[in-house]
């Protein structure tokens, strides 16, 4: 797939537009449009779906979103340079691109879904994790969208899919693990990139599930911050900067307290966090 439509090769927009890739904004750009339209169908059809799109650049992915028939792409670009190229494609793709000029720490990204929506982004590594956290800690749950396809480094990536036992298994994977079902669709090279990373990435594909309502989500993030903050010690001493009898939380779960918390399984720290309020008195 060398074209998708009738506006200049990527490599011709930056050159034109002057968008040497910045380090302080995370970015490095995807010019293989193969690759932005494998993403753009890692969850299925597009037909009638509302897109958000974070840190578009030049607009490669979201080229290839319009293409394979998303109903709308709302981008959120903060780098004033890539407005005239983003401006370009919205021409090409009349009434349905429409771009936010503005840091993507700062939205409200329920205001922005109208129907079915998805979150399709190659994102900046400098704010990927906490994008993808607040995205996972949203109240109420199951959220507005329907999924999250999103670039990482790989090793961000093997986080978010980790499963206890695992070398990489800490609070991020207790998150996405209890209110997703997430999985590694394809690793990404260095070599797609202009400028090429230091580090292999990869396309994660998360889908929100079910979870009980009456557990605020804050109360998971206490217990999970607590175990993992000393993550090589018992749970019986890890769990002490709670603030409370720590039998009553071993109790609660189910737990010795010789533990680690990178083997405690999810609901382990489900049960902690609902036993939480009541060990405060």
């Known amino acids: 797939m060398s074209q998708i439509d009738n506006l200049p090769p990527l490599r011709d927009v930056i050159a034109t537009h002057g968008l040497r890739a910045k380090k302080e904004l995370g970015q490095n750009f995807l010019l293989d449009l193969n690759l932005t339209a494998r993403i ?15 840190g578009p650049g030049p607009g490669g992915l979201t080229r290839a979103l319009l293409a394979e028939g998303a109903r709308e792409v709302i981008a959120i670009e903060r780098d004033a340079r890539a407005l005239p190229a983003l ?19 700062d939205i409200d990204y329920r205001t922005l879904a109208n129907g079915p929506t998805r979150l399709i982004a190659n994102l900046p590594y400098n704010i990927g994790t906490q994008l993808l956290t607040g995205w996972l800690t949203l109240e109420p749950w199951p959220p507005f969208f329907e999924s999250l396809t999103l670039m990482f480094q790989r090793e961000v990536a093997e986080r978010i899919v980790a499963r206890p036992g695992d070398d990489a298994y800490g ?56 175990a993992f ?53």
């Open 87 to 105: 401006a370009e494609v919205a021409d090409a793709y009349p009434g349905r691109l429409t771009v936010i000029g503005g840091d993507a720490m």
């Open 229 to 281: 903050g000393q993550r090589r010690k018992m749970v019986r001493q890890s769990l002490k900067s709670l603030g409370v009898p720590v039998e009553g939380l071993l109790a609660a779960a189910g737990l010795k307290g010789d533990e680690r918390a990178e083997d405690l399984p999810i609901e382990a720290f489900l049960a902690m966090a609902r036993a939480l309020p009541g060990l405060r008195g």
């Open 171 to 226: 609070r991020l994977g207790v998150l996405a693990g209890w209110r997703s079902e997430a999985r590694i669709a394809f690793n990404v090279g260095r070599q797609a990139f202009v400028p090429p990373p230091n580090v292999t990435s990869a396309v994660v594909h998360i889908v929100p599930k079910p979870v009980e309502p009456d557990l605020p989500v804050k109360l998971v993030e206490q217990v999970t911050k607590a």
């Open 40 to 54: 753009a169908r890692v969850g299925g059809s597009l037909e009638g779906v509302r897109v958000i799109e974070v």
